[in-house]
């Protein structure tokens, strides 16, 4: 099993970036693929990022392409989402997700372990 905690929201000015990170408990991480997710007040949750277990073949929703990157560090089993550019529409709980595959997915529902959320805001 994997216990996920995320950590590095906060309040940042349209524009700012956020580096968020995504820590897992279990041994067994370097071999579940694993993506990153947000919700915000009143909506479904949506795909943002997700990555191959070998940290090689990620995939991104277009609305985050190109200002987003996830990465991680397997050796630390660690996650992260560096979130550049960021706009007032960026607004949400994030949270990571690990997939008991090697390939990363884009729906929610096929991730099996999640992280508390953390929460990033983007202000004008």
């Known amino acids: 099993q994997v216990q996920l905690v995320e950590s590095g929201g906060g309040l940042v000015q349209a524009g700012g970036s956020l580096r968020l990170s995504c820590v897992a408990s279990?041994?067994?991480?370097?071999?579940?693929?694993m993506g990153w997710f947000r919700q915000a007040p009143g909506k479904e949750r949506e795909f943002v990022a997700h990555?191959?277990?070998?940290?090689?073949?990620?995939y991104y929703a277009d609305s985050v392409k190109g200002r987003f990157t996830i990465s991680r560090d397997n050796a630390k089993n660690t996650g992260y989402l560096q979130m550049n550019s960021l706009k007032p529409e960026d607004t949400a709980v994030y949270y990571c997700?690990?997939?008991?595959?090697?390939?990363?997915?884009?729906?929610?529902?096929?991730?099996?372990?999640w992280g508390q959320g953390t929460q990033a805001t983007v202000s004008s």
């Open positions: 997700a690990a997939r008991t595959s090697l390939y990363g997915s884009t729906y929610a529902s096929e991730y099996d372990y």
């Open positions: 279990g041994p067994t991480f370097r071999s579940y693929a």
């Open positions: 990555i191959a277990w070998s940290g090689i073949g990620t």
